[in-house]
T-cell receptor, first 115, second 114 residues
Framework: DVKVTQSSRYLVKRTGEKVFLECVQD?????MFWYRQDPGLGLRLIYF???????EKGDIPEGYSVSREKKERFSLILESASTNQTSMYLC??????????????FGDGTRLSIL | AQKITQTQPGMFVQEKEAVTLDCTYD???????LFWYKQPSSGEMIFLIY??????QNATEGRYSLNFQKARKSANLVISASQLGDSAMYFC???????????FGAGTRLFVKA
């Protein structure tokens, strides 16, 4: 079974702090994704990566950056946290784009509160 | 632009009855896949079922089936014989073949009553 592990289930930080959310997958997946989930809005894509050191902006990248130095690890960085970044953050991974029926596999999520 | 619409914010169903969760989608691409995920209160997203746009048969996985009507651009999830453990948030999603991005709907919260 694919395992996607997010470093924290709950996190509380202060406005202006630099925040790191870590995600590790153990199935050698090429693609990794960061989403934020807010009530009534579903999941919105922040950034994704299709290979080591490669990254692409999603729909809401402002205020975030990412890092993928190793295939199994994808980090989301809030450069200067703000209260409107309080949300649930979900990491996902999947096999390469040549496999259309492959679902994404998700971590348990990190509920981040910015005070 | 691609879009997924789930018009039912919340649904109630009696235990052991069947329930249909609605999903409509919008895309100009001809080749795409549709997915349903379940999110229990614990937070983890669980993949349930997949339907390819060229699949002629509706997908089924155990108690889950997908009522795919391509001309109407709908991909409704049918859960048969509902169980208390089916209470969760359900998301419909779409990905264009060859693409990386998956588009999610806003979700439907299902409550199963004993």
């Amino acid at each position: 079974d694919v395992k996607v592990t997010q470093s924290s289930r709950y996190l509380v930080k202060r406005t202006g702090e630099k925040v790191f959310l870590e995600c590790v997958q153990d199935m050698d997946h090429e693609n990794m994704f960061w989403y934020r989930q807010d009530p009534g809005l579903g999941l919105r894509l922040i950034y994704f990566s299709y290979d080591v050191k490669m990254k692409e902006k999603g729909d809401i990248p402002e205020g975030y950056s990412v890092s993928r130095e190793k295939k199994e690890r994808f980090s989301l960085i809030l450069e200067s946290a703000s209260t409107n970044q309080t949300s649930m953050y979900l990491c996902a991974s999947s096999l390469g784009s040549g496999r259309p029926n492959q679902p994404q596999h998700f971590g348990d999520g990190t509920r981040l509160s910015i005070l | 632009a691609q879009k997924i619409t789930q018009t039912q914010p919340g649904m109630f169903v009696q235990e052991k009855e069947a329930v249909t969760l609605d999903c409509t989608y919008d895309t100009s691409d001809q080749s795409y896949g549709l997915f349903w995920y379940k999110q229990p209160s614990s937070g983890e997203m669980i993949f349930l079922i997949y339907q390819g746009s060229y699949d002629e048969q509706n997908a089924t996985e155990g108690r889950y089936s997908l009522n795919f009507q391509k001309a109407r651009k709908s991909a409704n999830l049918v859960i048969s014989a509902s169980q208390l453990g089916d209470s969760a948030m359900y998301f419909c999603a779409m990905r264009v073949d060859g693409g990386f991005k998956t588009i999610f709907g806003a979700g439907t919260r299902l409550f199963v009553k004993a």
